[in-house]
């Protein structure tokens, strides 16, 4: 790659250029497409590299990328890819099926190179390029992923020269070589994020020159920074709350975008640390062992207080692990099934499981001494530390303390499994599989100086039997009815308590772009989609273009609270080197 010819401050352009700057309120944990997982990152590689398929604006339907069409076999285990000859790398190269076929070998022999994505490739047998137009997989067994490989295709000729893809974080020489919309040309860690429009984008240049993602640790600066012109637009952290969106309404030049998101917002439970290899790690509360301990947790839980409270009706209260986006998955726990709101009931089975209080009113462990359950959440994200304060409210009077452990980073003590409770969040693709691998024994770390692709250490063997069996199932209603089962079955185990399925709350200036695309095209989010077309899309206020790039160019503005949108589904931490909740794509 070529040396970077840097700019001085990350959000200036030459003279007469359309910048769009962002302000995001997450830094950046790689720009290797083989180790990044954070929102932002994964973002920036849509910009940056094409993917075999993507997913249409409108309904997230599946659509040509890199390939243009794609057919399976009788037996379904082999499947043929045309790709495009109209793509070409930055660097003038053309982009080939080779290089679609490398970076699928790579990531299947290399576990470096597997770090963030190396569920979509387990299954592959044999990858092959018979020609620059034509790439072969040959499975060991159906997957019904295929035309859902959300894999960044990196350019062979490039990434061939990487000694060591654990460690590289491909953040020194610039521009970066792709092919996607936009050209990675700088960057300055917790600072800026800086690309310039691919003219040559063979699915046509973006309308902005640049676009700059400025990171802002203080949420409340990057609104600042909105009214005052200084960014275009404002993603929050991933949304804004609700006072700063109630209090951008009505601004000369502003408008907030408020619909159904993508990500849901939980409580994830240390079910116990460990590697592969059997070997116990961390230090998470015992108690927590215990299904029964972790039910009435979540008894003690009230969704709707979260919602109505802290989300401010700009949410809808959590059950199952895909938003109701995606209604295809969606679950809902039956009458019997539910862990409904109950702090009686949720204090008799804590006495049931042999947690009993004290005379002071103290539940006590079994080793004799009161419980205090330690929970990381993010020191930048309001919505943690506000839910934090019920918990310490509503647990307390089930005789538990609470601690709070809030902290710029929590990658660290979440890998080394030193939790009890975590904040945790994840966007959902139009396909579930990626989301559901990240709580398979499979995804455990191979000892415990390994990273796995974990969210957090759960591994339940009939858990993993119903993943097996959506992953080799092509029927699209069966499969769905097999994901309702393991979301059931998570629901269930109570490692995980999703709380709130959060509304996708951003604004951005009127004065600064004319028309953005909105996924879905009806009401859906603008910053973090499946696919580039926001950024893409985007019309600046002053170029006199009243179409966009595209049928639905047109943004859907407004308060959406609580409209739950018939789309497709999908979702997103895998191994890596996770970046804690909400942090993921």
Excluded at 15 to 24: C, M, N, Q
Excluded at 279 to 301: C, H, I, K, W, Y
Excluded at 449 to 465: R, S, V
Excluded at 573 to 585: I, N, Q, T, W
């Amino acid at each position: 790659m070529a040396p970077s010819a840097s700019a001085k401050d990350g959000d200036g352009g030459d003279g007469g250029s359309k910048v769009l700057t962002v302000a995001v309120a997450q830094s950046v944990d790689s720009l290797s497409p083989f180790l990044a997982v954070r929102l932002l990152s994964t973002s920036i590689h849509r910009l940056t590299y094409e993917y075999l398929t993507n997913y249409d604006p409108k309904d997230n339907h599946v659509i040509p990328g890199l390939a243009t069409e794609w057919k399976s076999s009788p037996d379904k285990l082999t499947w043929t890819y045309t790709i495009r000859s109209d793509s070409k790398w930055s660097d003038g190269e053309q982009a080939t099926a080779e290089d679609a076929a490398w970076t699928f070998n790579t990531m299947m022999t290399d576990p470096g190179a597997a770090t963030a994505n190396g569920s979509f490739v387990g299954n592959f047998a044999k990858v092959t390029a018979p020609s620059p137009t034509q790439l072969v997989i040959r499975l060991k067994k159906p997957q019904a992923t295929m035309t859902a490989l959300d894999v960044p295709i990196v350019p062979k000729h490039v990434w061939e020269k990487v000694d060591d893809f654990s460690k590289f974080n491909n953040d020194k020489d610039f521009p970066v070589v792709g092919n996607g919309p936009f050209v990675l040309t700088d960057y300055k860690p917790d600072s800026y994020v800086r690309l310039k429009a691919n003219k040559d984008f063979w699915r046509g240049a973006p309308k902005f020159d640049e676009l700059v993602f400025r990171y802002y640790k203080d949420q409340d600066a990057a609104v600042a920074a909105l009214r005052k012109g200084e960014v275009s637009f404002v993603a929050g952290s991933p949304s804004l709350t609700p006072a700063q969106a109630d209090s951008l309404k009505g601004e000369e030049n502003i408008r907030v975008n408020d619909a159904p998101g993508r990500r849901f917002y939980a409580l994830a439970t240390n079910p116990g640390a460990r590697a592969k290899d059997g070997t116990e790690f961390g230090d998470g509360d015992p108690s927590l062992l215990d299904q029964r301990v972790r039910n009435a947790l979540f008894m003690a839980v009230d969704r709707k207080a979260i919602v109505d409270k802290v989300f401010q009706g700009h949410a809808v209260q959590g059950a199952g692990y895909i938003p109701p986006r995606f209604s295809s998955y969606f679950f809902e726990p039956s009458a019997g099934q539910e862990l409904a709101y109950d702090p009686d009931k949720a204090a008799r089975l804590l006495d049931e499981a042999g947690y009993r209080t004290n005379g002071d009113g103290k539940r006590l462990g079994k080793d004799g001494k009161p419980l205090d359950y330690r929970i990381l959440c993010h020191a930048t994200d309001p919505n943690d530390k506000a839910v934090g304060k019920y918990l310490q409210e509503w647990w307390g009077e089930l005789g538990i303390s609470v601690t709070l452990d809030c902290l710029d980073n929590v990658t660290d003590p979440w890998l080394a499994g030193k939790y009890d409770l975590a904040f945790d969040g994840w966007s959902v693709n139009p396909d579930p599989d990626f989301v559901l691998s990240i709580h398979t024994c499979d995804a455990l770390p191979a000892t415990p100086k390994d990273t796995g692709a974990t969210d957090n250490f759960i591994c339940d063997k009939q858990y993993d039997e119903l993943y097996a069996r959506q992953l080799a199932e092509y029927d699209a209603g069966k499969r769905a009815q097999i994901v309702k089962q393991l979301q059931s079955r998570l629901y269930d185990t109570g490692y995980m308590n999703v709380m709130a399925y959060p509304n996708a709350v951003e604004a951005y200036r009127t004065d600064q772009i004319k028309s953005i695309t909105t996924m879905p095209s009806d009401a859906g989010n603008i910053y973090g989609q499946d696919g580039y077309w926001s950024w893409w899309s985007a019309v600046p206020a002053d170029s006199g273009d009243s179409s966009g790039s595209s049928s639905s160019t047109g943004t859907v503005i407004g308060i959406v609270a609580g409209v739950v949108v018939l789309v497709g589904l999908g979702v997103l931490f895998a191994v890596r080197r996770r970046a804690s909740a909400d942090d993921r794509e």
